[in-house]
Structure formats: C-alpha cells, structure tokens
C-alpha cells in the first residue's frame, strides 16, 4: 500500500469516526432532554409550545 492509499483511508476513516461522533452527542442531548421531562412528570415528545392533547 503507498503512502497516498493509506493517508486517504486514514482520513476516510477519521471523517466516517467524526461523523458518528457527531449524530451520537445530538442523539444523547435528545435521550437527556426527554428523561428530564419524564422525571418532571411532562410529556417527553412535546414542545412546551404545542397544543395540548385531546
């Protein structure tokens, strides 16, 4: 493998490493949020904005 290969697949793989990285924090801040308005007693899948139900 020359050089040019593996500096390309280290960088595919540090972007393919970044990108996860980054849908994971916005995943974990959501779960956090969510379990927060549960241990408050409020619907985790509404905005304090949205009409209530019913």
């Given at each position: 493998m020359d050089l040019f290969r593996l500096v390309l697949v280290v960088l595919v793989?540090?972007?393919v490493v970044v990108a996860i990285l980054l849908f994971e924090k916005r995943r974990a801040e959501?779960?956090?949020r969510?379990?927060?308005r549960m241990a408050?007693?409020?619907d985790?899948?509404?905005d304090e904005d949205?009409?209530?139900a019913g």
């Open positions: 793989t540090t972007g959501g779960i956090r969510d379990t927060g408050e007693g409020r985790p899948g509404r949205d009409p209530p």
